[in-house]
């Protein structure tokens, strides 16, 4: 299960960093008017905070993940003694 959210949490952060560097203004040519760069920023700035927003989402997911893979219990087998057996017996004396 680790190697699988490894591969995920690289998927989604892969995402992430294409996902803000598209809003990223790379404009060869400026913008002749107020109107068309304020345009060009709002859009920018409307796609990154969306990405932060993703982000702090997947830290959430994250976060809770972690503590409940943290805190549960462990799935050991139960070991069953023999009638007799001491608890801590030396292995290959039965």
Known sequence: ML??????RTLVLVFLVGYTVRAMPLFVNPARTFDESYARC????SLV??????????????????WYLATRRPKLPAEKL??????????GHH
Do not use: N, Q, S, Y
């Open 3 to 8: 190697k699988a959210l490894a591969i995920l």
């Open 42 to 45: 709002a859009d920018a700035l």
């Open 49 to 66: 905070l969306r990405a932060a927003w993703i982000a702090i989402g997947w830290i959430a997911i994250e976060t809770a993940l972690g």
């Open 82 to 91: 023999r009638p007799g057996e001491p608890p801590f017996a030396p292995p």
